[in-house]
């Protein structure tokens, strides 16, 4: 690691550990989202290493980015889970895809913490299915959009200022009838967010999303018509090792929580980490954590290079859902029936592990990617010099920026 990559880490760790640990706790009890908190992590940079200084970003990079949702995760994976939405998926979509006047408008704000993101494309009936299934459309209406459906799983719509929405304007076209709009919610009628009760965090909230005659302006289409499926396939994969990077943070936290458990509960007269068999599930936590940190590095630098990255984001991001997954059962076990209370931390973080193993890019998707590419049916690196937001967009549109 570089100084500077080591410095941003330990620039996470104090944040968190000052600002976010201590009151998180009672945000989740009064059901309250952080929104100061988003702020005070946007104008620390946080969510800005994927962009250029001209954006607000940092320009630090994936290697970078993946770090800090790892050290965020680790700390509070419920923090953690507004990222992609500040950081990742949302700005990188306007960023990717949108006009010089759309990134400045929006861009800025999001990385800085001032605005909440939002990214909506599955729906109820879709799963891994985002384009054959989709059912929401959007209608042309001189210099509007209409638009009417809902939407499943849109983390933080009930709190987002500015989202990305995916919505069909032409419905027989697949795929190629899918187009990406840049949506206001407080500022035009016709949304509402209803947020789903979940095991997951009750101050960021997933919801579902009810789009009835929601009003977009056309100026906020994202790109040409048919386009917006394209773009957000691009932008998923390129966040792949970020997500990859908040399944290790979780791991590292299980694993952390198991030992000062195993060095503090006593058995028989001895901590319990005396015990071969607690003794045998550190051991394999340990080594899990460690292989899934070097796949997961890998990648990010194989994305900041520029190298072919889409198999290794795959394999970094399926191996830390599954060490994340580990790591929560094996630390559950050594908490034994203290392991579902709600007072121990494992509790909830057990839920994480289980959200990252079947959602943000579900792990029998990336083992469906993999098994693919090594039977030779579908290169997975087949679109090399696609492979980081310097490459994405257009020198001439990178330079009016």
Partial sequence: MSEEIEAVRDTVSRFMQS?????MDER??????????????????????????????????????AIIQEEMARADPRFASCNNQQGGTCPMSIYAGGTPEQVMKYVPDIVAGKTIGMMSLTEAASGSDAAGSMRTVAR?????YVVNGQKMWASIANETDVGILLAKTDPDAGARGISAFIVEPKKYP???????????????????VYLDDFVVPAENRLGEEGQ?????????????????????????????????YANERTSRGQQIGKFQMVQSDIA????AIEASRALVYQAATAMDNSAPSNRLASLAKYHASQTAKFCADRAGQIFGGYGMA????????????????????TANV?????????????????????TGLRDVRKDDVADEL
């Fill in 140 to 144: 042309r209406d001189g210099d509007v």
């Fill in 28 to 65: 989740e009890k009064q059901g309250e989202f952080p929104r100061d908190l988003v702020r005070k992590a946007g104008e620390l940079g946080l969510y800005g290493s994927l962009f250029p200084e001209s954006v607000g970003g940092s320009n630090m990079g994936f290697l970078a980015a």
């Fill in 342 to 361: 709600r007072e121990y931390r494992i509790s909830w973080l057990k839920a994480y592990a289980d959200h990252f193993f079947n959602g943000e890019g």
């Fill in 190 to 208: 016709g949304f509402k967010a209803e947020p789903i009760d979940t095991l997951l965090s009750k101050s960021l909230r997933t919801n579902l």
């Fill in 19 to 23: 600002q976010v640990v201590p009151v």
């Fill in 284 to 287: 394999e936590m340990a080594v």
């Fill in 228 to 260: 917006g499926f394209k773009l957000i396939m691009q932008v998923l994969q390129l966040g792949r090792v970020a997500v990859a990077g908040k399944a290790l943070g979780t791991a590292r936290a299980c694993f952390e929580e198991a030992v000062r």
């Fill in 366 to 386: 990336q083992k469906v990617l993999i098994a693919e590419d090594a039977l030779g049916y579908k290169k997975a690196d087949r679109h090399h010099g696609k």
